[in-house]
């Protein structure tokens, strides 16, 4: 069993070593860090599952962005991680459903992610939602996605995304 609880500051250290662990210490290299830098994630949607010993499990990390000119507000899902030994039980779906309904009720309307298509399309995330959308490369388009919360989240989206502060 697991029990998911909000990321708290003292759960830092394990967090990081489990990205560490899970995409290796030259994961900050890649160009989605670069929209995070200075940027603090969204607390509230920073999720973690431990199991019954305490163990960290997995960890979900989200992050604000901008698209455009018109600068629209986006999430940035990642990372999210599961310990190796953990991998096939769930716990990676658990944190994606789970944070995604809870960004919703706190009105975010649409997320974007570097990821695999077929695992999250079953999420909901497409290429067809980010076409007018590019990223900081270096990127693979075909990797980027994107999951409108809201009907016609997307519509009138175009450009670069960009971090939050900028």
Not at 79 to 106: C, D, Y
Not at 122 to 140: E, K
Not at 141 to 164: H, N
Request: net charge negative; charged share 25%.
């Amino acid at each position: 069993m697991f029990r998911l609880m909000r990321e708290l500051p003292e759960d830092g250290p394990d967090v990081e070593w489990l990205l560490d662990l899970a995409f290796a210490p030259g994961r900050t290299a890649l160009s989605s860090y670069r929209l995070r830098e200075g940027v603090p994630p969204v607390a509230e949607l920073c999720t973690i599952a431990r199991d019954d010993y305490g163990a960290l499990a997995g960890c979900i990390r989200y992050w604000p962005v901008k698209i455009g000119e018109a600068r629209m507000p986006a999430l940035l899902l990642g990372p999210v991680a599961v310990h190796p030994t953990r991998q096939g039980e769930g716990i990676g779906a658990l944190l994606i459903r789970e944070t995604l309904r809870r960004a919703e009720e706190l009105g975010w309307e649409r997320v974007l992610l570097m990821g695999d298509p077929p695992y999250y399309g079953r999420f909901g995330f497409s290429r067809d939602h980010v076409c007018d959308i590019l990223f900081p490369s270096p990127y693979n388009p075909d990797r980027l996605l994107g999951k409108p919360l809201t009907e016609g989240a997307f519509d009138g989206c175009r450009g670069m995304v960009q971090s939050w502060t900028s």
